[in-house]
DNA sequence: ATTTTTGAACTGACTGGTCAGTGCAAAAAC
DNA sequence: GTTTTTGCACTGACCAGTCAGTTCAAAAAT
């Protein structure tokens, strides 16, 4: 996730951890959890099969784990993203914005981890289900919080729904970014960006 | 994917494909393609193991195959909610929308394939990435094309930019939709369309 | 200052189990 | 009588997880 470096101060075990999570989040984006071996992640992260079980209990916990970490990273930039538009007097539509704009920036920096997420996230049945809803929650939450507080200023009509709406603004950014990546990587954040932006401001329909 | 019933005259073999696609397509959304066993497949279909190989030539053909024979679906569907629009002299916005009603019923309808199908997109590395693409881009196109209709006739933005946008709305609707059956399932298509349709035409901001 | 001990971190060969795919003779369906 | 399906035994590859043993830096003993 991070870069190679250890985290500040980090004991061996925790740079170790480190190289798994990204050896793991490359080869699962990839290939998916069950196609992907232990072996393989265990070479990528240059280290021995044993080393990957003596610091994590089993590969779903790995993954579980790894999960946690990036979900993590996403709502602080998330929300991060919004309070700085607070601060600076932006309205809620900005701050919007701005998340939109934190969404794809992350995005582009860690597009494997989405790819995962995005793949696992409506898989019923298996072990790490639990821990992908809370997760997940706390991300969209996120969103919802703004649109709340919109429809509470009376900036954004009221008769919005927010759960739907939160939960289609993170879709529309997750897939327009996958797409990019996948697509057309060619284009920059700015032209995604300003695509997208368009779309939440309702500047499609109207010649202008 | 359909109901168990043989396509027109069909012979029994086609009725035996019938029944493993069904297999396979809720076995493959739950546990993904890795996961999930041909003898599952077999037995969730009624079928001997050898039945499967008398009809497929490998387990990552049938599921290529499904791929195709799901994603025929969509487009038709979506091709044919655009056309219906057209014909009832609705504008290019309303022909959107209803593509938007089209998907949300594709999907709520085919859970399990869209499932599938957004988990597999983006992976890299598989044998069947070059089948998605071409099917993928059969389904934007049918968006993108009445996006490119409604820029020529003055009655979108000509500054939207077309497939990015058109990405956009299809990552919006699977998003929305997705969660929609699994976080919500009680919400009505109605709601669900609702909201997307005023994410559309930018009715979220301004407070009416 | 030198030697010894300790223990956390790591290693990699090995095990027990699983699974895709095969082969084929007999039955059923058409 | 031809096509399709069945049932089932079999193979060979692959893989998650284990475990006895190694490494080495820092602490303790001398």
């Known amino acids: 996730m991070e870069s190679s470096s250890t985290t500040a101060g980090g004991g061996r075990r925790e740079a170790t951890r480190q190289k798994l999570y990204e050896a793991a989040v490359t080869l699962i984006a990839e290939q998916g959890f069950s196609a992907t071996t232990v ?3 265990a070479e990528r992260a240059g280290v021995a099969k044993g080393t990957v079980y003596y610091n994590f209990a089993s590969k779903s916990v790995l993954f579980e784990e790894l999960l946690r970490h990036g979900v993590g990273l996403l709502t602080a930039s998330l929300r991060e993203a919004a309070e700085r538009t607070e601060r600076d007097g932006g309205t809620k539509v900005d701050a919007l914005d701005a998340m939109i704009r ?14 995962l997420y995005v793949a696992e996230l409506w898989r019923t049945n298996r072990a790490w289900q639990s821990t992908l809803m809370v997760v997940r929650q706390e991300a969209v939450a996120v969103v919802e919080g703004v649109l709340r ?26 897939v327009a970014a996958l797409d990019w990546q996948a697509f057309q990587p060619e284009r920059s954040l700015d032209d995604v960006h300003a695509a997208l932006s368009r779309l939440l401001q309702g500047r499609v329909s109207g010649n202008r």
Chains 1, 2 share one sequence.
């Open 102 to 115: 934190a969404g794809l920036a992350f995005i582009n920096r860690y597009p494997a981890f989405t790819q």
């Open 149 to 174: 507080e919109g429809v509470a200023n009376g900036e954004l009509s009221d008769e919005i729904d927010v759960p739907l709406t939160a939960a289609a603004l993170v879709g529309m950014v997750l």
């Open 39 to 41: 072996d393989e992640i």
